[in-house]
Structure formats: structure tokens, C-alpha cells
């Protein structure tokens, strides 16, 4: 079970940082990943992370501006956000893959309830 956490609304250029806790004595085995939906939009990918933390990979609209990281030890991923703008506005939900990680919403498989993150321009 993952839960999903840390969203609310901030103004343009803020700072969030979401968090993702997993249930389970596996969360250290799983890729995670960070991903957004916005109204009216298909869910796309923000960032995933490999089993132990040393492989990440970022959307293009986030490159420099989002970090993603985990804490094997707090069963909890997290994605901190930077330089928030408008169009960062979704539903950010975070997945976990069980056989590997990567970018494609298909190969995860467990999936958070999301959080809102709500730009203010």
C-alpha cells in the first residue's frame, strides 16, 4: 500500500515536497515512481527512482527543477519540488515497480491515491 502525501496549493516559483510511504518489508526491492494528471490531461510521467537510489530519471518539464529520492530505511520516496510553476498544477500519485523502474505508467505496478498540488500563478 503506498500513501501519498504533502501537496497543497502554493504560488509560482514556490517549493513542495510530496512524500510516499510504503507499507511492506519489500519497499527497498521496488522502483518507484512519481507521476501527474491534470484535468482533462492523460497522466504522465514527473520522476522514477531505481530499488536503491542510484538511478533516477526526470520529464523533460521537470529536469532541474524536481528531485526525487528515497529512504530504504523510512519505507518513503519523495519528490521535492522547486521552482513550482502553473502548469505543474495535477494529481500527483507515486507507483511502485516491482520487477524494475523506468517511465512507462504500465510497468508499475501499486499505485498511490494521489495528492493534489495546486500552482497559483
Known amino acids: 500500500q503506498l500513501q501519498a502525501s504533502g501537496g497543497g496549493l502554493v504560488q509560482a516559483g514556490g517549493s513542495l515536497r510530496l512524500s510516499c510511504a510504503a507499507s511492506g518489508r519489500t519497499f527497498s526491492r521496488y522502483g518507484m515512481g512519481w507521476f501527474r494528471q491534470a484535468p482533462g490531461k492523460e497522466r504522465e510521467v514527473v520522476a522514477s527512482?531505481?530499488?536503491?537510489?542510484?538511478?533516477?530519471y526526470y520529464a523533460d518539464s521537470v529536469k532541474d527543477r524536481f528531485t526525487i529520492s528515497r529512504d530504504n530505511a523510512k519505507n518513503t520516496a519523495y519528490l521535492q519540488m522547486n521552482s513550482l510553476k502553473p502548469e505543474d498544477t495535477a494529481v500527483y500519485l507515486c507507483a511502485a515497480d516491482l520487477s524494475g523502474w523506468g517511465s512507462l505508467s504500465t510497468s508499475y505496478d501499486y499505485w498511490g491515491q494521489g495528492t493534489l498540488v495546486t500552482v497559483s500563478s
Open positions: 527512482i531505481n530499488w536503491s537510489g542510484g538511478r533516477t
